[in-house]
């Protein structure tokens, strides 16, 4: 990381790299790729934890394609979708916890009387980014 390459445009200070914007010249570090908030970003771009959660990995010697700066949290760094692969092409497919319709896992199941017998995993679930594979 460098620092930033600043212009003048409408009584802010931009970076040419990293396209953010400041009242006054930021002292900071340049990521070097485009600098995106969490709710305004291309569809494709993926946190490696938005990615493990897809069951996916990044391709070798892939670099960042933009960043999300968090106070709390520091560099964000966002991939393309394209530049990922299926870790495991057999995992059913993911669900976030709280929306996993109907499934239950295992545990949920038993509590209600249910056996799972010779069911198959019909997908998993994202908890606290950790990948439960229970899901019936």
């Given at each position: 990381?460098?620092?930033?390459?600043?212009?003048?445009?409408?009584?802010?200070?931009k970076?040419?790299?990293?396209?953010?914007k400041w009242?006054s010249?930021?002292?900071?570090?340049?990521?070097?790729?485009?600098?995106?908030?969490?709710?305004e970003?291309?569809?494709?771009?993926k946190?490696?934890?938005e990615l493990?959660r897809l069951?996916?990995?990044l391709?070798?010697?892939?670099?960042?394609?933009g960043?999300?700066?968090?106070m709390?949290?520091?560099f964000y760094?966002?991939?393309?979708?394209?530049?990922s692969?299926?870790v495991?092409p057999?995992l059913?497919?993911?669900?976030?916890?709280?929306?996993?319709?109907?499934?239950?896992?295992?545990?949920e199941?038993?509590?209600?009387?249910?056996?799972?017998?010779?069911?198959?995993?019909?997908?998993?679930?994202?908890?606290?980014?950790?990948i439960?594979?229970?899901?019936?």
């Amino acid at each position: 990381m460098k620092k930033h390459n600043f212009i003048k445009e409408d009584k802010l200070w931009k970076c040419t790299v990293c396209g953010w914007k400041w009242t006054s010249k930021s002292k900071t570090i340049c990521p070097e790729v485009t600098r995106y908030n969490w709710e305004e970003r291309p569809e494709n771009l993926k946190t490696k934890i938005e990615l493990e959660r897809l069951n996916l990995n990044l391709k070798e010697d892939t670099t960042s394609q933009g960043v999300i700066f968090s106070m709390t949290g520091g560099f964000y760094w966002l991939y393309r979708l394209e530049d990922s692969e299926k870790v495991n092409p057999n995992l059913p497919p993911i669900y976030s916890w709280d929306n996993r319709n109907s499934l239950k896992t295992p545990g949920e199941l038993r509590k209600l009387g249910l056996e799972i017998g010779n069911a198959k995993p019909k997908g998993t679930a994202s908890v606290w980014d950790k990948i439960l594979s229970e899901l019936i």
